[in-house]
Antibody, heavy 123, light 113 residues
Framework: EVQLVQSGAEVKKPGESVKISCKGSGYSFTTYWIAWVRQMPGKGLEWMGIIYPDDSDTTYSPSFEGQVTISADKSISTAYLQWNSLKASDTAMYYC????????????????WGQGTLVTVSS | DIVMTQSPDSLTVSLGERATINCKSSQSVLYSSNNKNYLAWYQQKPGQPPKLLIYWASTRESGVPDRFSGSGSGTDFTLTISSLQAEDVALYYCQQYHSPPITFGQGTRLEIK
């Protein structure tokens, strides 16, 4: 079974750092793009950026460039999303999602999705 | 960026009736070299991640009931549920993957009358 399993919920204070993870299994991790998607409380879906685990080729949405870092460790089939200095406005559910087709470019639909990681930033 | 606009924002339909959700893109998402529309539809139920329903505008994902169908081309697209079931209550999103940054519609909430 193809699945993405994300790390658990995080509660942080403004200014703190955090790194959440997304572990793929049941498929060739290096040959599918993985994206990160934000969903703020009660809001819609926002594409943050994408990484190709085989060579770590990464593209960020302009809205998130410089705010987060996307990385991957193909040796353990895991992608990451990290912040160096969190803000209260980063409070959201974060999903990783795999492209529906192997190889290709950054343009693709997403299937499957991870279960989500809730990041709460509060003083 | 390509802006995706869904209509309506919310929809109330009786069980067994047809539900129609529209999605309009600010630019064409039809790629001329392969004649494919780079448009997907997702269903999101409370407390769950989105689930893929349709890709290439009209290709149903494996395991998705055939009451779900997608249509349209260029800038105008439709998700149709032919006979609404109770388990179809959810939020529905369209997504374009023609041009990064990938963008989603704002979502349509579907409820039972």
């Amino acid at each position: 079974e193809v699945q993405l399993v994300q790390s658990g919920a995080e509660v942080k204070k403004p200014g703190e750092s955090v790194k959440i993870s997304c572990k793929g299994s049941g498929y060739s991790f290096t040959t599918y793009w993985i994206a990160w998607v934000r969903q703020m409380p009660g809001k819609g879906l926002e594409w943050m950026g994408i990484i190709y685990p085989d060579d770590s080729d990464t593209t960020y949405s302009p809205s998130f460039e410089g705010q987060v870092t996307i990385s991957a460790d193909k040796s353990i089939s895991t992608a990451y999303l990290q912040w160096n200095s969190l803000k209260a406005s980063d409070t959201a559910m974060y999903y990783c999602a795999r492209h529906g087709e192997a190889y290709g470019d950054q343009r693709g639909w997403f299937d499957p999705w991870g279960q989500g990681t809730l990041v709460t930033v509060s003083s | 960026d390509i802006v995706m606009t869904q209509s309506p924002d919310s929809l109330t339909v009786s069980l067994g009736e047809r539900a129609t959700i529209n999605c309009k893109s600010s630019q064409s998402v039809l790629y001329s070299s392969n004649n494919k529309n780079y448009l997907a539809w997702y269903q999101q139920k409370p407390g769950q991640p989105p689930k893929l329903l349709i890709y290439w505008a009209s290709t149903r994902e494996s395991g998705v009931p055939d009451r779900f169908s997608g249509s349209g081309s260029g800038t105008d697209f439709t998700l149709t549920i032919s006979s609404l079931q109770a388990e179809d209550v959810a939020l529905y999103y369209c997504q374009q993957y023609h041009s990064p940054p990938i963008t989603f519609g704002q979502g349509t909430r579907l409820e039972i009358k």
